[in-house]
Nanobody
């Protein structure tokens, strides 16, 4: 059964840090390119960080908006993908999701997303 469970969000002041976790159901996720996405109301979900599977070196890539501030990592033994966020800005406020990339995983023909985790950056 496919499952993605994001956690770790919260309210943080500008300049602060948060660590998001994504617990997957293993299986296909262990061999997939994984990513963190985020979405704000009225906007499309955007891809912000990616990581290749261990067989491809767990190479990472980032959107310019988060480069140098966010770090994506994965632990296949624990079925987790993590996003370490630092130097947070108000514009980082969003609901954060993990999934495979470049397209989300599908279940019964429909895109599957977890519930996401809310990050709010505010003083």
């Amino acid at each position: 059964q496919v499952q993605l469970v994001e956690s770790g969000g919260g309210v943080v002041q500008p300049g602060g840090s948060l660590r998001l976790s994504c617990l997957t159901s293993g299986g296909i996720f262990r061999v997939s390119h994984m990513a963190w996405y985020r979405q704000t109301p009225g906007k499309q979900r955007e891809l912000i960080a990616t990581i290749t599977p261990p067989g491809l070196g767990s190479a990472t890539d980032y959107d310019d908006s988060v480069k140098g501030r966010f770090t994506i990592s994965r632990d296949n033994a624990k079925n987790t993908v993590t996003l370490q966020m630092s130097s947070l800005k108000p514009e980082d406020t969003a609901v954060y999701y993990c999934n495979i990339e470049p397209r989300p995983i599908t279940v019964n023909g429909a895109d599957y997303w977890g519930q996401g985790t809310q990050v709010t950056v505010s003083s």
